[in-house]
């Protein structure tokens, strides 16, 4: 006889009150009660909530055929998001999509990007030693202009750069995505859009609408961006330039030339808050651990006797920075629970019966509080990857990164920005408490932070100064006196 898993007791109707404060910690919580495998309903959908390693690795990894799909949410085809690899439902038409993406983004591709990873990154970073107050604009910039270059070739030209705002403006219209589907159907909200603005509910029609025009926008400007400077100029290298010429080479269809454009679209999505919200975490744990800051700047040191900016060489031999790296990706999941996996067909785990179509929310927050593996699990120490003599111990699990068929493509990419971010702006920069009028430290809480799928911590203010008077030079690669 199989069952459903256990799980708090649904109210009638309605379900499951699922769209909670900090949902992943509440989640967590539950988790502790009901246990690793949690269901859920919601007016009528059912949801199963993954809340250890071992249940996600059987499942979606070991199972992936199975559990790769996406549940089906027809708000983003709505909104316009449906050319996005990461919504697609497991199909031909995703796999064609994520092979074209992972030629440009594999492991092995990488080599290509880092010099551009590296020069974007000294720009910023100079702009940030300029301007330092407004660091977390300059994050945003910074993330911006490393993928805007390598996806389309483009140059981003200051923090209110046009293709940026573009993106973002799309990008703004994923979380109604995310919240509206329970709730609203999508006819209704079709019928919405076409009713006069004095109707009741027009305006959220109309900002249905208003989310096709920018998504499609960010569809298609950067990418008849690379097609006109292709025409006019041959282009340069980025990774639509070079499909695009394979493509042009082949006789490709058009069928093929809107998969470029679609996975081109989708690295911006993929990247853009992400690795903001990382490096702000990053920030703030550093300005919150200045014995971090200390040791890793003494091993950057050591290597490097301030002659020079950390590389991509240097990686393996800087331990404690990579430490740092692993320790924020851990403590902070930005991501905390993944995008939904969903099943192709029914199933059975551990006694527990799934229907086709259940969806499974893997919560990397709980798997990253696991007491077993992570004691005093809230408290950030990047020791925990290192062994006695600080080498690393061998946990190289970065569960952030999602599981199975669908775990990020892009993960070698940005683990690259994030690593070279943490190691070059250690090298150079103090980080400290900012002061008040009255000289007294202003707190920096890591714990006030958005409500969203991707989370971020609340703008706070910190001091970022120049280490020494190296710095100047080796951000501007000036020779040193
Ligand atoms: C700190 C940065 C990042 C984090 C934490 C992150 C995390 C994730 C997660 C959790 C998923 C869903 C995995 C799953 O369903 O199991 C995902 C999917 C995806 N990510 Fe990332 N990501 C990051 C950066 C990037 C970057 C830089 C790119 C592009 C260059 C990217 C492209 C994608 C794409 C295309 C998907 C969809 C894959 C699919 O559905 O098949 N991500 N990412």
């Given amino acids: 006889q199989y069952k459903l898993p256990p799980g708090p007791k649904p109210r009638w109707l309605i379900g ?8 992943w910690v509440h ?25 250890s390693e071992k249940v996600v690795r059987d499942l979606l990894d070991r199972r992936s055929s199975l559990y790769s799909d996406r549940p089906l949410n027809p708000m983003f085809e709505f909104l316009g998001w449906d050319w996005s690899l990461s919504f697609m439902p497991y199909s031909d038409k ?68 046009t293709f940026v705002d573009i993106a973002d403006k799309a990008m703004d219209t994923l979380a109604s995505a995310f919240v509206l589907p329970g709730a609203v159907g999508v006819q209704f909200v079709k019928v919405l859009a076409l009713m006069p603005s004095w109707f009741p509910g027009a305006a959220l029609g109309q900002s249905a609408a208003n989310a096709i025009h920018a998504t499609t926008r960010m569809l298609e400007v950067p990418f008849t961006f690379v097609k006109n400077n292709r025409a006019e100029h041959g282009g340069g290298r980025s990774m639509a330039g070079d499909l695009l010429e394979l493509h042009a080479s082949r006789n490709g269809s058009v069928e093929e030339e809107t998969i470029i454009k ?30 971090v800051a200390k040791r890793a700047q003494t091993e950057i040191d050591a ?20 430490a740092i ?28 019966h799934f229907p086709k179509g259940t969806t499974f929310i893997p919560n990397v927050w709980a798997m990253t509080r696991d007491e077993n593996r992570y004691a005093d699990h809230d408290t950030f120490k990047p020791e925990r990857f290192l062994d006695d003599d600080g080498n690393l111990n061998g946990d190289d699990t970065i569960f952030v990164w999602g599981f199975g ?11 690259d920005t994030i690593w070279a971010f943490i190691a070059m702006s250690l090298a150079v920069f103090d980080f400290t408490l900012a002061k008040d009028e009255h000289g ?7 714990n006030d932070e958005s409500d969203t799928f991707i989370v971020h911590p609340n703008p706070f203010k910190c001091s970022i100064k120049p280490r020494s008077h190296n710095a100047e030079s080796l951000l501007h690669e000036k020779p040193l006196v």
Avoid at 32 to 49: A, D, E, Q, R
Avoid at 330 to 345: A, D, E, G, I, Y
């Fill in 16 to 23: 499951n009150d699922i769209n909670q404060h900090k949902t």
């Fill in 27 to 51: 989640y967590a919580e539950l988790a502790k009660t009901y246990g690793p495998i949690m269901h859920l309903s919601s007016y009528g959908t059912h949801f199963v909530v993954l809340s």
């Fill in 94 to 161: 995703w796999r064609r999509h994520r092979r074209v993406f992972h030629e440009s983004f594999r492991q092995e591709a990488m080599l290509q990007w880092n010099s551009l990873q590296l020069k974007k990154l000294r720009e910023s970073l100079r702009l940030i030693d300029e301007d330092p107050s407004n660091f977390s604009r300059y994050y945003r910039m910074l993330t911006a202009s490393v993928i805007m270059s390598a996806v389309y070739g483009y140059d981003v030209t200051g923090v209110d750069d």
């Fill in 262 to 291: 679609n996975v081109t679209a989708t690295a911006y999505a993929g990247a853009a808050d992400t690795a903001v919200s990382t490096m702000l975490y990053f920030t703030a744990a550093i300005v919150l651990h200045p014995h």
């Fill in 303 to 322: 290597l490097l006797g301030g002659l020079r900016l950390p590389t991509f060489e240097d990686r393996p031999h800087l331990p404690y920075v990579e």
């Fill in 325 to 352: 790296y692993r320790e924020i990706m851990r403590w902070r999941p930005v991501v905390p629970l993944v995008t939904p996996h969903s099943v192709v067909m029914d199933d059975v785990y551990e006694g527990f």
């Fill in 405 to 415: 068929r669908r775990i990020c493509p892009g993960r070698y990419f940005v683990s």
């Fill in 440 to 446: 007294q430290d202003i707190p920096v809480d890591v």
